[in-house]
Nanobody, 123 residues
Framework: QVQLVESGGGLVQAGGSLRLSCAAS????????MGWFRQAPGKEREFVAS????????RYADSVKGRFTISRDNAKSTVYLQMNSLKPEDTSVYYC????????????????WGQGTQVTVSS
């Protein structure tokens, strides 16, 4: 079992920034690809970003490319999502996920998921 706990969500004005964190425990964190998804009320879960176990490869949804940055610190067993230039349409619950393969994370079939953290962007 791998436990994932997100934090850092909150209320921010459009154009502002937030930094989300996802702390992992229970298994060897460095061996997992990690990712962030989001889900707004009435909508399907949407891929946001992913990072390989080595940190050498990252992927982003077109809607956040250039504004969001995913990173990881294996020594701290933590993955981050730096969100800049936030827009009201970014409002959602953000979920952290983990799987052995990056492709599995991107496809939305990650083995492990966190409980989510709310991000609200006001206009």
């Amino acid at each position: 079992q791998v436990q994932l706990v997100e934090s850092g969500g909150g209320l921010v004005q459009a154009g502002g920034s937030l930094r989300l964190s996802c702390a992992a425990s229970g298994r060897t964190f460095s061996s997992y690809a990690m990712g962030w998804f989001r889900q707004a009320p009435g909508k399907e879960r949407e891929f946001v970003a992913s990072i390989s176990w080595s940190g050498g490869n990252t992927r982003y949804a077109d809607s956040v490319k250039g504004r969001f940055t995913i990173s990881r610190d294996n020594a701290k067993s933590t993955v981050y999502l730096q969100m800049n230039s936030l827009k009201p349409e970014d409002t959602s619950v953000y979920y952290c996920s983990a799987a052995r393969l990056s492709e599995t994370v991107v496809a939305g079939h990650a083995t492990y998921w966190g409980q989510g953290t709310q991000v609200t962007v006001s206009s």
